[in-house]
């Protein structure tokens, strides 16, 4: 499975953000996915992650709790990330990861996407 991020770019701080993950050459069925971030000089953080089937549990990071929101969208096949409030401490390359196991912890995730630049102006 190939995992396509979209929707970065740049913003103001203030403003908000939709970021969206698709599977190319296989599906989510089954699969938990996450949003992972790296920011400049600062190791990969774990962001959020949702399970793709049954019960629709997230995980979301404290520190974007409340301004981050992660779902998905079965009719588009896509994981999304909503930034609101976006600030420039969210400046960051964003991925998106899938697993085939059903915890929303940030291990085990073996398919990545590219990367999808946010760039928050003060």
């Known amino acids: 499975v190939q995992l396509q991020a979209s929707g970065g770019g740049l913003v103001q701080a203030g403003d908000s953000l939709r970021l969206s993950c698709t599977p190319s050459?296989?599906?989510?069925?089954?699969?938990?996915v996450g949003w992972f971030r790296q920011r400049p000089g600062k190791e990969r953080e774990f962001v959020a992650a949702?399970?793709?089937?049954?019960?629709?549990?997230?995980y979301v990071a404290d520190s974007v709790k409340g301004r981050f929101t992660i779902s998905r969208d079965n009719a588009k096949s896509s994981v999304d990330l909503q930034m609101n409030s976006l600030t420039p401490e969210d400046t960051a390359v964003y991925y998106c990861?899938?697993?085939?196991?059903?915890?929303?912890?940030?291990?085990?995730?073996?398919?990545w996407g590219q990367g999808t630049q946010v760039t928050v102006s003060s």
């Open positions: 990861a899938s697993k085939q196991q059903s915890s929303l912890t940030p291990l085990g995730y073996g398919y």
């Open positions: 050459g296989g599906t989510f069925s089954r699969s938990t």
């Open positions: 949702i399970r793709w089937s049954g019960v629709s549990s997230t």
